[in-house]
């Protein structure tokens, strides 16, 4: 068992797509073990997404997390972290497969609807960085 944590981010949410990702998380099988709606501040952003501070799209990336409510879940099940990020296909949605979420539901390669962990260290971190312990559900 391993556990992910998925942002609906706000392009998404805004146009009404937060249950549609829920429902093809939970049909391919994975479970929804924790979930909430946010806005985040500028200040969770930025420290979100430290990793990528150097980056030339930083202070745009943390510009649109910030531009309206996310929806945030932490995922659970066999190889959760690869199914999801599979489901969620590439960065890009341009370069996304078919029928994966960034290619139906994305926008560009900033606002591409979705956000997931990419190993297991960084799901650790990025899941209590928005749930304590005790908001882990089966
Ligand atoms: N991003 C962007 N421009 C780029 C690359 C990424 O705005 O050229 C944004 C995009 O929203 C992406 C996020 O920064 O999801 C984090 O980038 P990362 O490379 O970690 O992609 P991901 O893991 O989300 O596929
Ligand atoms: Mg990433």
Redesign the pocket.
């Known amino acids: 068992m391993e556990r992910t944590l998925a942002i609906v981010?706000p392009d998404a949410v805004e146009r009404g797509h937060s249950g549609e990702i829920l429902k093809r998380i939970e049909a391919q099988g994975l479970k929804i073990s924790a979930l909430k709606k946010i806005h985040l501040t500028r200040a969770q952003a930025e420290r979100f997404?430290d990793?990528?501070k150097e980056?030339?799209?930083?202070q745009?990336?943390c510009e649109?997390?910030t531009s309206g409510p996310v929806v945030i879940a932490v995922l659970s099940g066999e190889q959760a972290i690869t199914r999801w990020?599979t489901l969620?296909g590439?960065?890009?949605p341009a370069k996304a497969a078919p029928g994966t979420i960034?290619k139906d539901l994305g926008v560009?390669?900033?606002?591409?609807a979705?956000?997931?962990s990419?190993a297991p260290e960084t799901a650790a971190r990025e899941i209590a960085f928005f749930f304590s312990t005790t908001e882990l559900l089966t």
């Open positions: 981010k997404y990793v990528h980056r030339p799209f930083y745009s990336l649109y997390m990020r969620m590439a960065t890009d960034r560009d390669v900033q606002s591409n979705v956000h997931g990419d």
